[in-house]
């Protein structure tokens, strides 16, 4: 049997958790990793118990949807939430993180960020990554790992 490799396991992981979105501006994932293991997960959703974009509309202000909390501030506040150091972290995103994940993600100590598509890539948050030593790696979800999970049936 062939394995999936760690980078496509995390990042399909990453894309499954997107499919949870609730807003449908952009579907979002993202997994953070500790010792190649999978410590939290997040996707774009409203302040748990509030009303869904998906089903109230988006809570639009200056082309912003201001309902959701992005998918990587979940995945770092289900750490804070549970007690989880996110200290020398890895995480993996669906996109390119905005610059306020990205401010978060550096302070939460995160020292990797592995994201399969680009997406507005953020002049000042790439910016921000080089000067705190924390890695920007693109890996696209690769088609042969999802060919892997159709062959289980
Ligand atoms: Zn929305
Ligand atoms: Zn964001």
Same mark, same amino acid.
């Given at each position: 049997?062939?394995?999936?490799?760690?980078? !496509?396991?995390?990042?399909? !992981?990453?894309?499954?958790?997107?499919?949870?979105?609730?807003?449908?501006?952009?579907?979002?994932?993202?997994?953070?990793?500790?010792?190649?293991?999978? /410590?939290?997960?997040?996707?774009?959703?409203?302040?748990?118990?509030?009303?869904?974009?998906?089903?109230?509309?988006?809570?639009? /202000?200056?082309?912003?949807?201001?309902?959701?909390?992005?998918?990587?501030?979940?995945?770092?506040?289900?750490?804070?939430?549970?007690?989880?150091?996110?200290?020398?972290?890895?995480?993996?995103?669906?996109?390119?993180?905005?610059?306020?994940?990205?401010?978060? /993600?550096?302070?939460?100590?995160?020292?990797?960020?592995?994201?399969?598509?680009?997406?507005?890539?953020?002049?000042?948050? /790439?910016?921000?990554?080089?000067?705190?030593?924390?890695?920007? !790696?693109?890996?696209?979800?690769?088609?042969?790992?999802? !060919?892997?999970?159709?062959?289980?049936?």
């Amino acid at each position: 049997m062939e394995r999936i490799s760690w980078h !496509q396991y995390f990042m399909a !992981q990453t894309h499954l958790i997107a499919l949870r979105s609730t807003c449908e501006r952009l579907t979002v994932g993202a997994t953070i990793v500790r010792d190649k293991r999978i /410590i939290a997960g997040g996707y774009n959703g409203s302040v748990s118990g509030s009303a869904h974009c998906i089903d109230v509309g988006c809570y639009v /202000i200056e082309n912003h949807c201001v309902r959701t909390v992005h998918a990587e501030m979940n995945a770092v506040l289900q750490c804070a939430k549970f007690g989880v150091p996110t200290d020398g972290a890895e995480i993996y995103v669906t996109h390119f993180p905005c610059l306020q994940c990205t401010k978060s /993600i550096i302070q939460a100590g995160i020292k990797k960020v592995y994201y399969a598509k680009d997406y507005k890539n953020n002049p000042y948050a /790439i910016e921000l990554y080089e000067e705190a030593g924390v890695e920007t !790696q693109k890996i696209p979800l690769d088609d042969d790992a999802l !060919q892997l999970v159709h062959r289980l049936e």
